[in-house]
């Protein structure tokens, strides 16, 4: 009698995993940044993509390195800078709030690109070619899609401009 109760009790913990755990287990949160990376800004997009904004010992802007990846986590399509360099002279933090709105922006730029990512009501990643918009794309549920405190002591802030409300 007591292996079939012993039975009984392997079978019911074996359907509770199988059909009920999933349930309650946490979907993790998708980002292009390493496990032992600060993750400044990530969020998944349209279509499959992730947009991320990672640092490491990034204490002010001439230390550690910020990198900006964007791809799918199987192929990041494109990686700024490619090195893992300090954020001095490449990234900036633009508080671009006005009255009630807020809104938060990392920017770089890259030849006749500014690439922009922003928490807002709605976060995005912005692309500007020659000061027009070529791509705008709203962060979709998930993810980091805040720009993290930790980034205002390691990358530089510059005041907001016409480019930071496009």
Do not use: H
Request: charged letters at 25%.
């Amino acid at each position: 009698m007591p292996k079939k109760n012993s039975l009984k009790i392997a079978f019911a913990f074996l359907i509770f995993g199988f059909f009920i755990s999933p349930i309650f287990a946490e979907e993790a949160d998708v980002t292009l940044c390493e496990p032992n990376e600060d993750i400044y800004f990530s969020c998944p997009l349209p279509g499959g993509k992730v947009v991320s904004v990672c640092a490491s010992g990034n204490d002010d802007p001439s230390s550690g390195y910020v990198q900006y990846r964007y791809g799918a986590p199987e192929k990041i399509e494109l990686v700024y800078p490619k090195s893992k360099l300090p954020p001095e002279g490449r990234f900036y933090l633009v508080d671009a709030s006005e009255g009630s709105v807020n809104l938060d922006i990392i920017k770089f730029y890259n030849g006749k690109y500014t690439y922009r990512v922003a928490q807002a009501f709605v976060s995005f990643l912005a692309v500007l070619k020659d000061d027009k918009v070529i791509l705008r794309k709203s962060c979709e549920a998930g993810g980091y899609a805040f720009v993290n405190r930790a980034a205002s002591k390691g990358i530089e802030a510059l005041p907001k401009s016409a480019e930071d409300f496009w």
